[in-house]
Structure formats: structure tokens, C-alpha cells
């Protein structure tokens, strides 16, 4: 397999597509939400943004502590 810059950033999205979906599911399991439900509170966050954009590394931070920042946001 030849590594190229284009799989590097297909990469990074898929990287950050499972962040998403792990948050959204420790979101969901926290409060006893649905699923649709956890990711319209993950998607409201500003979180959400920071991590589409890389801001400070976001996306490089684990998926526990993420979900957290999304339920502080939330209060």
C-alpha cells in the first residue's frame, strides 16, 4: 500500500467521524438519550465546531473528556 497525502486526509476525517461517534454515544449513555438526541446536543455544542475545525488539537483528545465538555456546555 502507498501512503499519500490524500490517504493521510482521509484518514484524519475517518479519525474525527469516530470521535464524533464516540462522543455522541458517551453523551447518549450519560443522560439516557437516543441517539438522534445525543447528536443534536453534540452538534449545538461549540465543541463541535473547535473539533471540524482542529482547533488547539481538539480532535486529537480523547473521546471521555470530549463528552464531558459537551455536557458542561449543556448547564
Not at 486526509?9 to 464516540?22: R, T, V, Y
Not at 471540524?52 to 449543556?74: F, H, I, N, P, T
Request: charged share 25%; aromatic share 6%; hydrophobic share 45%.
Amino acid at each position: 500500500m502507498k501512503v499519500t497525502e490524500e490517504t493521510i486526509a482521509n484518514l484524519g476525517s475517518l479519525l474525527k467521524e469516530q470521535l464524533e461517534a464516540d462522543i455522541v454515544s458517551i453523551v447518549a449513555a450519560k443522560l439516557h438519550l437516543s441517539p438522534s438526541q445525543a447528536l443534536d446536543m453534540y452538534y449545538s455544542s461549540p465543541l463541535a465546531q473547535k473539533i471540524e475545525e482542529g482547533e488547539l488539537g481538539m480532535q486529537y483528545l480523547d473521546a471521555s473528556y470530549l463528552a464531558d465538555e459537551v455536557l458542561k456546555a449543556r448547564l
